[in-house]
């Protein structure tokens, strides 16, 4: 089975510092993910531009097919050691997942990765070896489904150093903390979110160092196609409804014109259900076969704007009023943001003369709210596609 990887992370700047001397770079191909956390030396401009130097060459060269040792060899020509202080410019934590599971981790000068497993820490085998004058640990093992991974800089384990805690919170109070987390079935945001809140209270809201969280969770891959509008030709109403019902995974519907026509070529009825009309949001339907009907702009709007507010902010999602309220926007936007995996937009042509601005004619609200949309889920970790008819 295929595994689908959720990615979360959240950073926190040294006090006084417009920017993060740590980088987070995450790269997605065919062949799986590609993630890279660096950290650069010092802290302000010129550790930022180091590590993300350093994680953006390794995250590009390994999504490429280089090896370790091209990568390392690479960063260690391009990014010098420091003569004075004796230390590598950027430090770096590499990891490569198949979609089958299979796990690379390398580890360059920098905390050990936690990894949990049914809510527990599980140790890989790590060996030890020199790539060019670097000092590097390897792990190779297997995610399942639940698992979790969690890469960080050193601003965590020294987080209260010399404030709340004398010698900082330290690798193994980390592995705890994360436990108990996991322990409680939270979310990959939920912990991270509240992974790095700690980390600043231990700071007591001045970070001593930058701090870095990449959460990286395994899920079972959960595809969801939206359709919305009919097809700019009507002949064609029959093959799109066909083709949308062949989709794997959830179906949603918006737009009564795009539902009506999906209940004629169904032979089925649709049902509004009233009690979910909202002020500003027209109520939801019901209909035999598919998952989540509703009204189509106002809602795909109010969805998109939730699904903004979520992209932007480094709060948890899971206990959102937002997203637990009966209207349609709200139903889409957590079917979006909290169950889907792969996310399909089938995008229907036909003109609605009541969704232009007749001093724009050409500007199609749907079709903007369409990029917005694709914008603001691949932000936040989602596959998106899109297809036009």
Request: hydrophobic share 40%; with cysteine.
């Amino acid at each position: 089975m295929s595994l689908f990887f959720e990615c979360y992370h959240r950073q926190l700047n040294k006090w006084g510092e417009e920017l993060c001397g740590d980088s987070v770079q995450v790269a997605r191909t065919p062949l799986g993910l590609t993630a890279a956390v660096a950290d650069g030396l010092g802290s302000g401009v010129q550790a930022n531009i180091l590590s993300t130097l350093t994680a953006k060459i390794a995250v590009s060269m390994l999504a490429q097919g280089a090896d370790t040792d091209e990568v390392i060899s690479t960063i260690a020509l391009t990014l010098p050691m420091c003569k004075r202080r004796e230390l590598a410019y950027s430090t770096i934590n590499l990891l490569q997942l198949s979609p089958r599971g299979d796990c690379y981790l390398a580890e360059f000068d920098c905390p050990e990765t936690f990894v949990f497993r049914g809510g527990s820490l599980y140790a890989p085998l790590r060996q030890e070896r020199v790539v060019g004058d670097k000092r590097i640990k390897e792990s190779r093992f297997t995610l399942a489904v639940g698992d979790m991974v969690f890469l960080i800089s050193d601003g965590v384990i020294h987080a209260g150093v010399g404030a709340n805690l004398n010698m900082g919170w330290q690798w193994q109070n980390v592995a705890t903390y994360i436990g108990k987390l996991a322990e409680r079935n939270l979310g990959l945001r939920a912990i991270v979110s509240a992974l790095s809140h700690t980390c600043g209270h231990l700071y007591m809201g001045k970070p001593g160092d930058d701090t870095t969280i990449l959460g990286i969770a395994a899920r079972e891959p959960m595809p969801v196609c939206i359709l919305t509008g009919p097809p700019e030709n009507s002949s064609r109403d029959k093959d799109i409804v066909r083709r949308f019902m062949g989709t794997a995974g959830l179906k949603v519907v918006c737009g009564g014109a795009t539902a009506q026509m999906v209940a004629r070529e169904l032979g089925v009825r649709i049902f509004t259900e009233l009690k979910t009309m909202d002020d500003a949001i027209p109520p939801i339907a019901e209909m035999e076969g598919i998952d989540l009907v509703t009204e189509g702009m106002l809602t795909l709007s109010a969805a998109l704007a939730i699904i903004r507010t979520f992209a932007a902010s480094q709060d948890d999602i899971a206990d959102s009023a937002l997203l637990k309220r009966p209207d349609g926007a709200s139903r889409l936007a957590s079917l979006l943001l909290q169950r889907a995996t792969h996310v399909h937009l089938m995008v229907g042509g036909a003109v609605n003369v009541a969704h232009f601005d007749c001093a724009s004619p050409r500007i199609s609200p749907r079709g903007q709210l369409t990029r917005d949309l694709t914008h603001y889920l691949t932000q936040i970790g989602k596959e998106v596609t899109v297809e036009y008819f």
